[in-house]
């Protein structure tokens, strides 16, 4: 049973690592204002990537790759602290904490993936502000 759920969870993980590795990363979405409109979409988006560009020549970087480890190791933490308690109650505490491990290392996994294909914040108000003092208004990233 135990091994069958380790399967089941890293095959889970696979696909759930490919699917994410397949997102784009954000950028910002900017409001049509008179400046926008002037300049045209094509040098708008030109002015995105020099805004990028310009965070990270200033050390600011997008990627939060980082945290995925993080979030699986909590969320194996996690799990196996609850699969422990689960297991304790219906007599094998040992097998309730690996099998516990296992989901909670997915579903952090999981969670890292999705965050960090969200740019982290200081970079997103570096280029935000980049941005507007070229005249252009963001609203959000997509």
Request: aromatic fraction near 4%; hydrophobic fraction near 45%.
């Amino acid at each position: 049973m135990l091994l069958r759920c380790n399967r089941v969870s890293y095959r889970a993980a696979l696909l759930a690592a490919g699917v994410l590795a397949g997102c784009a990363s954000q950028q910002p979405a900017l409001y049509p204002n008179a400046h926008y409109r002037t300049v045209g979409a094509a040098a708008a988006e030109a002015d995105i990537e020099a805004c990028i560009s310009l965070a990270e020549a200033h050390g600011n970087t997008a990627d939060q790759s980082g945290k995925v480890a993080t979030n699986t190791a909590v969320g194996a933490g996690v799990g196996a602290a609850g699969g422990a308690a689960v297991g304790a109650v219906l007599g094998n505490a040992g097998r309730g904490a690996a099998a516990g491990a296992a989901g909670g290392a997915v579903t952090g996994l999981i969670r890292g993936l999705a965050k960090a294909s969200e740019p982290e914040p200081i970079f997103k108000r570096f280029v935000e502000q980049c941005l507007a003092e070229r005249g252009y208004q963001t609203i959000g990233w997509k």
